[in-house]
């Protein structure tokens, strides 16, 4: 019976080769890319500091028809921000700038034990209320357009409801706005977690402890298969650079205040109160009926993290009457950082703002 996988030796001494050499000259490159691997490149300046939380404003672009609503990036807890602004030719925040947004980030920050009964009180109606107030006082305005990132657009839902008065659009970014939805697995993870226990015990929740866990939803691509692939990358030192900065900012994983993780979790995953009613923060029932500015809600078609279900419920949830959705081929890193996420997604919702200024 003849062997259906035949290995000729010559074949496999070339291979072998090859991988040696990408591998001998791969490492050579590393050593000449140095110890410093920057988080972000648009130039940008400190605007207003609290606590561990900084305000952003980017540097306008000087070639671009300035669109005279200020945008503030609010993103996630549980990541660091420079994803938006990974690299030159892969940045959000730079084709914002080219679609004449005038573009403000929020840094939360690295939180530590001090921080531990921060809640999302203090996080939506502190730090991003008073944020907002400082962007529309330097701005002279009442409201100012949101853009809100996967937790931080799920924030950005809740502030908008809570203060509609301040927020003259609002744009959401790979949302979840549905927590439920049958095919997410975090969440399937999350309902069997005794939550009060974990915050009760460990009072800051380690940053590697919430990365291990988004690793696990794809342990083979995630954990094995890239570094596997790297190694056809490693001649070429502009993707050497941008593998490197993408792995910093996967293992550059911020703690999280225990009472801010314990109410996202209970009050959105475990209840999910965001669409079935009775959420509260602070002195605020939050009623999605409440987001009456215009929402443009763009997500990833093969978004792992958050389904496209669960954030295409925002459609009927919002009490909008101007509702747009743009869905993105691509996963919910490629939607920041892929070539085509580059031309398509920052143009398009620069157009949008500029249609409802």
């Known amino acids: 019976m003849k062997n259906p996988i035949e290995i000729r030796p010559d074949e496999a001494l070339e291979e072998l080769t090859t991988f040696q050499r990408k591998l001998t000259h791969g490492f050579q490159n590393l050593l000449e890319m140095g110890d410093e691997i920057p988080t972000g490149v648009t130039p940008r300046e400190v605007i207003y500091q609290e606590d561990k939380m900084t305000l952003y404003r980017y540097q306008p672009s000087t070639t671009a028809v300035q669109n005279p609503v200020p945008v503030l990036i609010v993103y996630a807890l549980v990541n660091r921000p420079y994803m938006t602004d990974l690299q030159d030719n892969r940045s959000t925040v730079k084709g914002l700038l080219e679609a004449g947004m005038d573009v403000y980030l929020i840094d939360w920050g690295y939180p530590d034990r001090s921080d531990r009964y921060l809640g999302l009180d203090d ?33 950005s839902l809740c502030y908008s409801a809570m203060h509609p008065e301040k927020v003259a659009n609002l744009v959401t ?156 081929k691509g996963g919910h890193i490629g939607i920041y950082v892929s070539g085509r996420a580059q031309k398509e997604v920052p143009p398009s919702i620069g157009r949008w703002l500029d249609e409802r200024t």
């Open 173 to 328: 970014m790979v949302t979840p706005v549905d927590f439920q939805t049958p095919d997410n697995m975090l969440s399937a993870w999350v309902q069997h977690v005794d939550i009060d226990l974990v915050a009760d015990t460990l009072g800051t929740i380690p940053g590697e402890m919430l990365n291990w866990t988004f690793l696990n939803l794809k342990p083979y691509r995630l954990i094995m298969q890239k570094y596997i692939d790297m190694v056809d990358v490693l001649e070429d030192k502009k993707q050497i650079d941008g593998f490197l900065r993408m792995e910093k900012w996967i293992f550059d994983s911020p703690d999280q205040a225990g009472e801010a993780y314990r109410q996202f979790l209970k009050d959105f995953y475990q209840q999910n109160k965001l669409i079935n009613g009775g959420l509260v923060i602070g002195d605020y029932e939050v009623d999605l009926k409440n987001v009456t500015m215009p929402v443009l809600n763009v997500f990833a078609t093969e978004d792992h993290l958050v389904p496209p279900d669960a954030s295409k419920a925002l459609k009927n949830v919002v009490g909008t009457k101007d509702y747009t959705e743009i869905s993105f």
């Open 123 to 155: 996080y939506l109606n502190g730090y991003l209320d008073r944020c907002v107030d400082v962007i529309c006082e330097r701005h002279k305005r009442d409201a100012i357009n949101l853009l809100g990132i996967c937790q931080g657009g799920t924030f």
